[in-house]
């Protein structure tokens, strides 16, 4: 039976509509763009605003008929690709976000005692592999340079000015050269100080200044918090520290997070349980795309590699979607099982969860931050 041109067709479940990267990568972003397309295509306003922002979920054969009418005129794009270009699965949009023409990849180094030896955590070297695997694994061919820094992870004893200021000026450095950038951090504040930063500034924070003293856990700037161990490094953090505030004397390890009525819920790292945290932010304005792969523990860094395919489908979309930024953060709770074998602790591979899930922070949540530092 044949269909009419302006019947609706549904969206497959995990495919995307692309025309806002498109518009992008021919520098069409900003003022202007939905009236020029309404200009030419005669489509309503509002829904060329809705294909922008990829908020569709049908579309007509008329409407992408036009939509690539007009690239074709107006973008020079190559009809051959249309429309399959239009469309994207939602993970590899993901990795997309990651393979832009220059990506940088920080990971924490810590000192031997008395030597001038360094060593990288087993489990952060094993996600620096995965992550590598997810960016060559669809084939981007953009991925024109590639750049490495190692970071002094702080610890007691450590100099912390000189982890502050090295970690400073990779941060700073990335968004000074700007252009399509992604910065890729592996690890939490407790072993990369890069991820000081990123926190800091996506909240409006003061980076390495401890919040611990806050009367009220909704007082603190970042609405997640990982309660660190007795043993651990004491990194003044923003959003990391041994107490939640002053009225909660929080001692799980873990990472806690804001919900929306106000209470903090906690995902244990303890027994056969662990955490991590996945943060990242997009800016379209500057093509730069940040992303913060934090284990809480060495255990939950190896199950973050293990599961990282399948945490890029649950970590997107971003829950937090503005014009200027879109920003993702989740946080990951695993389930591990009871260790019967007295030799596993001495294998060097990582421990496979048996289960885990991902939660999105609410956008509510996000938005009563966010929302406040565009404004300021």
Not at 44 to 64: D, F, M
Not at 256 to 267: H, I
Request: aromatic fraction near 10%; charged fraction near 25%.
């Amino acid at each position: 039976m044949r269909r009419s041109v302006s019947e609706q067709e549904a969206l497959p479940a995990g495919i995307t509509f692309r025309l806002n990267k498109i518009l992008r990568d021919k520098g069409k972003f900003g003022y202007g763009v939905i009236k020029e397309i309404h200009e030419y295509t005669k489509l309503e306003r509002h829904l060329i605003s809705k294909l922008i922002q990829g908020k569709v979920r049908s579309i007509s054969w008329q409407t992408l008929g036009q939509i690539c009418l007009y690239l074709r005129d107006k973008l020079d794009v190559d009809l051959a690709d249309l429309p399959g270009i239009l469309f994207g699965f939602e993970a590899a949009e993901f990795w997309e976000m990651l393979s832009q023409s220059d990506v940088t990849l920080t990971v924490g180094v810590r000192r031997v005692d008395g030597v001038e030896r360094r060593w990288v955590n087993a489990y952060d070297a094993y996600l620096l592999g995965e992550v590598l695997n997810g960016l060559f694994r669809l084939g981007h061919e953009k991925l024109a340079n590639l750049t490495q820094h190692l970071v002094l992870s702080y610890r007691r004893g450590e100099d912390l000015a000189l982890c502050i200021d090295q970690a400073e000026g990779i941060h700073k450095a990335f968004h000074e050269e700007g252009g399509n950038r992604a910065l890729i951090c592996i690890g939490s504040v407790k072993s990369n100080p890069v991820t000081e930063w990123i926190a800091a500034e996506m909240f409006g924070a003061r980076p390495f200044e401890s919040q611990d003293r806050m009367r009220s856990a909704k007082r603190r700037t970042c609405p997640f918090f990982l309660q660190f161990r007795p043993d651990d490094p004491d990194t003044p953090s923003c959003h990391g520290g041994f107490r939640l505030a002053t009225s909660r004397g929080s001692k799980t390890p873990g990472i806690y997070y804001e919900t929306r009525s106000g209470r903090w819920e906690c995902c244990p790292s303890a027994g056969t349980e662990d955490s991590a945290l996945i943060l990242y932010a997009y800016r379209p304005p500057e093509g730069t795309m940040e992303l913060v792969l934090a284990g809480f523990s060495g255990r939950a860094t190896g199950a973050t590699a293990l599961k990282l395919r399948a945490l890029s489908l649950r970590a997107w979309p971003p829950n937090y979607d503005r014009e200027h930024i879109k920003i993702g953060v989740f946080i990951v709770r695993f389930l591990f099982p009871e260790e019967t074998d007295p030799q596993r602790a001495a294998w060097p591979m990582p421990v496979e969860p048996i289960d885990f899930d991902c939660t999105a922070v609410d956008e509510e949540v996000l938005a009563r931050r966010l929302d406040r530092l565009k404004k300021q």
